[in-house]
């Protein structure tokens, strides 16, 4: 069955450290996106990427990085520059204008 | 730019009865707009969307919404709760552009008694 893969479920840093959740999709969809999601705040737009090899920042860009090498496969890094960044992590995928979203199961990243 | 706006955070039903979950939006022309569900602990699940033709949108789980465009309004209702509709509903919107971006509600906790 077609999808979006994250890894891993549950993930923990250390301070000063750099941390990378994968995502990874096998349905064809063009665009990828990661979301940051808190309680009581919704979902904040993080970087999206419309295409291979290009990517925006979204709405809480700083201390993050992303790449875009393949149609299938969007990592976040969480670099040390991000200085709150427990929360739950979610990558979505979507088809070209019309589609919506559809959702890995999740991130949740704990700094230690 | 396309936002919405949930209203109510928290919202407690009895099993059996109405579920009404509100979201109004603004944008300049009728967007795109959509329903997910989000279980504790996973990801988002499409319940229903909006794109265009009819403007009463069927979705999963007996959950319907309604486009009005005098209204700027997509509210969504299922007419008997049942205890697994217990989650958090997210409404989210995008516009007709090559701008494949969703804004997304804060959110309404949906608590069901039995």
């Known amino acids: 069955d077609g999808g979006i893969t994250q890894s891993p479920k549950y993930l923990f840093r250390k301070e000063g450290q750099n941390v990378t959740l994968s995502c990874e999709q096998n349905l064809n969809h063009d665009a990828m996106y990661w979301y940051r999601q808190d309680p009581g705040q919704g979902l904040r737009l993080i970087y999206y990427?419309?295409?291979?090899?290009?990517?925006q920042k979204g709405d809480i860009a700083e201390g993050y990085s992303v790449s875009r090498e393949k149609k299938e496969s969007f990592p976040l890094t969480v670099t040390s520059a991000q200085k709150n960044p427990t929360a739950f992590y979610l990558c979505?995928?979507?088809?070209?204008?019309?589609?919506?979203?559809?959702f890995g199961s999740g991130t949740r990243l704990t700094v230690v | 730019a396309q936002s919405v706006t949930q209203l109510g955070s928290h919202v407690s039903v009895s099993e059996g009865a109405l579920v009404l979950l509100r979201c109004n939006y603004s944008s300049s022309v009728p967007p795109y707009l959509f329903w997910y569900v989000q279980y504790p602990n996973q990801g988002l699940q499409l319940l229903l969307k909006y794109t265009t033709g009819a403007t009463l949108v069927k979705g999963i789980n007996g959950f319907e919404a309604e486009f009005k465009k005098s209204e700027t309004s997509f509210h969504l209702t299922k007419p008997s709760a049942h205890m697994s509709d217990a989650a958090e509903y997210f409404c989210a919107v995008r516009g007709r552009s090559n701008d494949y971006k969703l804004s997304f509600g804060a959110g309404t906790t949906v608590t069901v008694r039995a």
């Open positions: 990427s419309q295409i291979v090899n290009d990517f």
């Open positions: 979505a995928s979507s088809p070209s204008r019309g589609g919506g979203y559809t």
